[in-house]
């Protein structure tokens, strides 16, 4: 069988010269990868830009940060339960000495220089401290241990001569059998029917999830209950009004996003009573709202979208999405629609912490 081929992304490892790097914290509340852990700035490429041109573009607009001789380091590779890829990222190293406070961040919560010994002590991206781990190991060099001052090779050295990166292979996250607990995002969905309609957004085409695709009334569970969010971003979305005592649990998604991505519990609850008509409340993230036939979807419609209602038609309560490998206590779930794949698709970006930003 012939293996995909795999896009790739970039990230930049930046290195001052108290050997100090330089990680990026991405929001923690949003629907995106490596969700509230440190990693690296970077992103994928636009069509047609080759990677040396996405690694500076992606740092001019995360923070205006121009960084002059970026060289590319290595690259990390997930892998799927059979050792094939399924993404890539290539880090590029370069040394940079300002203060990451004064730069205007245009995405997470902030950067900031980093002794690699507080790193054990960080929630960090896997990827970025084996990163971090192979760069040091490049500047102790063969000669660590064996003297002062000896083997040093500097921030932009390499392990190998024959002119190829290093690789860093991973097993994604969304392929382990490990039974370690992790943290699953909540996100609650409105399901609304009117004469046989039913309600969906067009999302916001700047939105870093999904954008001009069709997609539930939907946010993410706070601390509060999956029926007070219903309420609330019913309310806050498109000015309804509902009641909790009239909605039932119709149908959960659970699915990985992307390899390495955090697993994430989609909650649709049918409301059988509410006040209003749909109004744009947060027009930056939803431009339309329109009652559709639900055997004639929009296109494009988000995949999970369409996975839930189909599930809701066919009286299915549960379905996965993005799950590669089943535990052998798994319980059984309903089929996937056509067009949906329940097991396989889980390829994503590159790099899951160089993911678009966005919400559900």
């Given at each position: 069988?012939?293996t995909p081929t795999v896009a790739t992304t970039t990230a930049a490892l930046l290195v001052n010269d108290d050997r100090h790097y330089l990680l990026h914290l991405r929001?923690?509340?949003?629907?995106?990868?490596?969700?509230?852990?440190?990693?690296?700035?970077?992103?994928?490429?636009?069509?047609?830009?080759?990677?040396?041109?996405?690694?500076?573009?992606?740092?001019?607009?995360?923070?205006?940060?121009?960084?002059?001789?970026?060289?590319?380091?290595?690259?990390?590779?997930?892998?799927?339960?059979?050792?094939?890829?399924?993404?890539r990222v290539q880090v590029y190293v370069g040394t940079w000495n300002g203060d990451p406070a004064q730069l205007p961040l245009t995405e997470g919560i902030m950067l900031r220089w980093t002794d690699p010994e507080q790193i054990?002590?960080?929630?960090?991206?896997?990827?970025?401290?084996?990163?971090?781990?192979?760069?040091?190991?490049?500047?102790?060099?063969?000669?660590?241990?064996?003297?002062?001052?000896?083997?040093?090779?500097?921030?932009?050295?390499?392990?190998?001569?024959?002119?190829?990166?290093?690789?860093?292979?991973?097993?994604?996250?969304?392929?382990?059998?490990?039974?370690?607990?992790?943290?699953?995002?909540?996100?609650?969905?409105?399901?609304?029917?009117?004469?046989?309609?039913?309600?969906?957004?067009?999302?916001?085409?700047?939105?870093?999830?999904?954008?001009?695709?069709?997609?539930?009334?939907?946010?993410?569970?706070?601390?509060?209950?999956?029926?007070?969010?219903?309420?609330?971003?019913?309310?806050?979305?498109?000015?309804?009004?509902?009641?909790?005592?009239?909605?039932?649990?119709?149908?959960?998604?659970?699915?990985?996003?992307?390899?390495?991505?955090?697993?994430?519990?989609?909650?649709?609850?049918?409301?059988?009573?509410?006040?209003?008509?749909?109004?744009?409340?947060?027009?930056?993230?939803?431009?339309?709202?329109?009652?559709?036939?639900?055997?004639?979807?929009?296109?494009?419609?988000?995949?999970?979208?369409?996975?839930?209602?189909?599930?809701?038609?066919?009286?299915?309560?549960?379905?996965?999405?993005?799950?590669?490998?089943?535990?052998?206590?798994?319980?059984?779930?309903?089929?996937?629609?056509?067009?949906?794949?329940?097991?396989?698709?889980?390829?994503?970006?590159?790099?899951?912490?160089?993911?678009?930003?966005?919400?559900?």
């Amino acid at each position: 069988m012939t293996t995909p081929t795999v896009a790739t992304t970039t990230a930049a490892l930046l290195v001052n010269d108290d050997r100090h790097y330089l990680l990026h914290l991405r929001d923690a509340n949003k629907n995106i990868a490596c969700a509230g852990q440190w990693s690296l700035p970077g992103g994928h490429p636009e069509p047609g830009e080759s990677l040396d041109d996405t690694i500076s573009r992606e740092l001019l607009e995360e923070a205006d940060l121009r960084v002059p001789g970026l060289t590319p380091l290595v690259v990390i590779e997930d892998t799927d339960a059979d050792d094939r890829p399924t993404s890539r990222v290539q880090v590029y190293v370069g040394t940079w000495n300002g203060d990451p406070a004064q730069l205007p961040l245009t995405e997470g919560i902030m950067l900031r220089w980093t002794d690699p010994e507080q790193i054990p002590y960080l929630t960090m991206d896997p990827g970025t401290t084996a990163v971090i781990r192979h760069h040091q190991q490049l500047e102790r060099g063969p000669g660590h241990g064996q003297g002062q001052g000896q083997g040093r090779q500097g921030p932009h050295a390499r392990a190998r001569g024959d002119g190829h990166l290093p690789v860093l292979r991973m097993r994604s996250a969304s392929t382990s059998t490990s039974t370690k607990t992790v943290p699953n995002v909540i996100g609650v969905h409105l399901y609304l029917e009117r004469d046989g309609e039913i309600l969906l957004g067009l999302r916001h085409p700047d939105s870093a999830y999904a954008p001009l695709e069709h997609h539930f009334l939907a946010g993410h569970c706070e601390r509060e209950s999956a029926v007070d969010c219903l309420v609330r971003e019913a309310w806050e979305e498109a000015g309804l009004v509902i009641k909790g005592e009239d909605v039932d649990l119709v149908h959960v998604v659970h699915l990985v996003d992307a390899p390495g991505a955090p697993p994430r519990l989609q909650l649709v609850f049918r409301a059988r009573r509410w006040q209003g008509e749909p109004e744009l409340r947060e027009p930056d993230k939803c431009v339309s709202w329109g009652w559709w036939p639900v055997d004639a979807l929009p296109e494009p419609t988000v995949r999970y979208t369409r996975a839930a209602l189909d599930g809701i038609r066919h009286g299915r309560l549960y379905t996965e999405l993005g799950w590669s490998t089943r535990l052998a206590h798994g319980a059984a779930v309903g089929t996937a629609p056509a067009g949906v794949d329940a097991a396989a698709d889980v390829r994503g970006p590159a790099d899951p912490c160089h993911a678009p930003e966005g919400e559900v």
